[in-house]
């Protein structure tokens, strides 16, 4: 059942003991939506009847972390975490079901603090990747770290789901890069790696946000790049030959060499191929010309730059800002989403690529983009982390449908249906998807005797983790938090295993 308001009151009077009042904001604070929206990037779960918080703990340091679990957990008040805010479904500030619960902020613990000379970094959870990346460049040009290309994504959210990037192909996922990690658990203490051993540090590197604790930092591997990276776009029309370049792009860009990523985003019937090469243009056009001269590359094509320029390149297509946009935090609530994702392991053919692009065509119809694995981030076992989609694995699908404010049902509609359409094509039983892509369609927990039930949890879990992981994520959560504290629509349920 729901706490009651008196339990609310009881929270808030337990937080207020340990927790500054300027940091304790109630929807009677006068801030208390300006803090809420300040990391919102899908504005469906802004809207005047999604559920608010009881309170956002808006975290100085680990010891109001601590104190949000303990009084939580003393007065039957959950916890949303929040880092990033960039969950598609918005899971760290809202829930689906009425309940009352507060939201921990995590936006002000964001030091990265960079040891050049070992080549690593401890990163605050409420960093973005954009600062992440902008201070292991600042503190050597040559050193960077393999993430995602948004910059203003969470590292909590996003190392906690598994992290994929333009550079996995070279250096693997960001998790594939965690050395290290604190985390507060469902009792209230800090752990770290030593401390929680290592079945939760497996699981914390990638089995998904929200389900085993609150992560405060982690300590990451920075990766080694040229000084002279090489970056180029690509467009091409179904007449320019878009569908014969993707039916090949889907064997090539895996089997390329680890230094380059071409990714690819279709929309409006056209392809549009996005490129990071790990050199420079003289060496990057020999590859490219006997690889795949049907792009057509010439070097005028080529845009060297710096690694952290390219960060910024990729992301927004532009060259002309100052890389300190990197730091800016701030994101617009204009354009509404809903994303799904898919992994194909057989490549699809020449025949459906050419029924597959006249679904990019119309108002309502959004686009995909297709991450290609292979090189080290599918030479890593599927079990090493719960992310399991690797050897074999030729590239990710992330759907994606955009409106603003009105126009949501068409173009639901349209990504409903382009899914529905794109099953026979992808991985099939179960048919995989990525956690840090959020969907709630693919199933949610069912709570049964005060736990999130393992066979509901199964249902969403094994295509996100499969099967062999999903099972070791849960008995780690039997261990961990047996009661199930942490949990949210799609959180690891516990197994607790009877001997
Ligand atoms: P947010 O704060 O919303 O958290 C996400 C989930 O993790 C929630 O369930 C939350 O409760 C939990 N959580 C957050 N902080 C936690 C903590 N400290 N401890 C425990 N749990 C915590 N992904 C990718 O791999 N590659 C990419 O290139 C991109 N690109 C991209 C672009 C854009 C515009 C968006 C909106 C998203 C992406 N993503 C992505 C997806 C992204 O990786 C995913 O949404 C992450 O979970 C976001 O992390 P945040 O901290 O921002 O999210």
Redesign the pocket.
């Known amino acids: 059942p729901a706490p009651s308001s008196a339990a609310a009151g009881d929270f808030l009077r337990c937080l207020s003991a340990s927790v500054p009042s300027q940091l304790l904001l109630t929807p009677a604070s006068p801030s208390f939506t300006s803090v809420l929206a300040s990391?919102i990037?899908?504005p469906r779960f802004f809207t005047p009847g999604t559920m608010r918080p009881l309170c956002i703990v808006a975290a100085a340091n680990a010891s109001h972390v601590q104190a949000a679990v303990l009084c939580g957990r003393r007065h039957g008040v959950r916890l949303?975490?929040?880092?990033?805010?960039?969950?598609?479904e918005?899971?760290?500030?809202r829930s689906v079901r009425p309940e009352e619960f507060a939201v921990v902020d995590?936006a002000g613990l964001r030091s990265v603090r960079v040891d050049r000379a070992a080549a690593t970094a401890w990163v605050d959870?409420?960093a973005?990747v954009g600062e992440l990346y902008y201070a292991a460049a600042r503190a050597d040009p040559q050193l960077a770290f393999p993430?995602?290309?948004?910059p203003?994504?969470?590292?909590?959210?996003?190392f906690?789901?598994?992290?994929?990037?333009m550079m996995m192909r070279k250096h693997g996922l960001?998790v594939d890069n965690a050395l290290d990690a604190t985390?507060v658990d469902a009792s209230g203490r800090i752990l770290d790696r030593k401390a929680m051993g290592e079945d939760l540090f497996w699981a914390i590197r990638g089995g998904?946000?929200?389900?085993?604790?609150?992560?405060?930092s982690w300590k990451v591997r920075l990766v080694r790049v040229p000084l002279r990276v090489t970056a180029f776009t690509i467009q091409k029309t179904i007449a320019q030959g878009a569908i014969d370049a993707v039916t090949k792009w889907q064997t090539l860009a895996p089997a390329l060499p680890d230094e380059l990523t071409i990714r690819v985003v279709i929309q409006n019937q056209q392809a549009r191929f996005q490129s990071l090469y790990l050199g420079t243009c003289d060496q990057l056009l020999p590859v490219m010309s006997s690889r795949f001269p049907e792009l057509g590359m010439t070097r005028a094509d080529c845009r060297e730059m710096t690694w952290l320029q390219s960060a910024l390149y990729i992301n927004s297509g532009s060259t002309g800002q100052p890389v300190e946009a990197l730091l800016n935090r701030t994101t617009s609530l204009s354009t509404f989403?809903k994303n799904k994702s898919d992994y194909v392991k057989q490549a699809i053919t020449r025949e459906s690529w050419q029924k597959i692009f006249p679904w990019f065509n119309g108002p309502s119809a959004g686009l995909i983009i297709l991450e290609p694995h292979g090189g080290q981030v599918s030479r890593i076992a599927d079990g090493d982390t719960p992310y399991p989609h690797r050897s074999g694995v030729l590239y990710n699908i992330q759907h994606i449908a955009f409106w603003s404010g009105d126009g949501g049902t068409a173009a639901t509609t349209w990504i409903n249906g382009f899914y529905s359409f794109m099953g026979q094509f992808v991985t099939k039983n179960p048919r995989a998807a990525?956690v840090?892509?959020?969907d709630l369609d693919i199933g949610q927990n069912a709570v049964v005797g005060g736990v999130t039930s393992y066979d509901s949890g199964r249902v969403w879990g094994e295509k996100y983790f499969g099967a062999a992981n999903f099972k070791r994520l849960a008995i780690t959560k039997g261990k961990m938090d047996p009661g199930d504290y942490f949990r949210?629509e799609q959180s690891v349920p516990p197994l607790v295993q009877t001997p």
């Open positions: 990391s990037r899908n949303r975490v929040r880092s990033g805010g960039h969950d598609y918005g899971l760290s500030y995590l959870s409420g973005t993430a995602g290309l948004c203003t994504i969470g590292v909590g959210g996003h906690s789901g598994g992290g994929i990037g960001s985390m998904g946000g929200g389900s085993f604790g609150i992560l405060l989403t990525y840090n892509y959020r949210n």
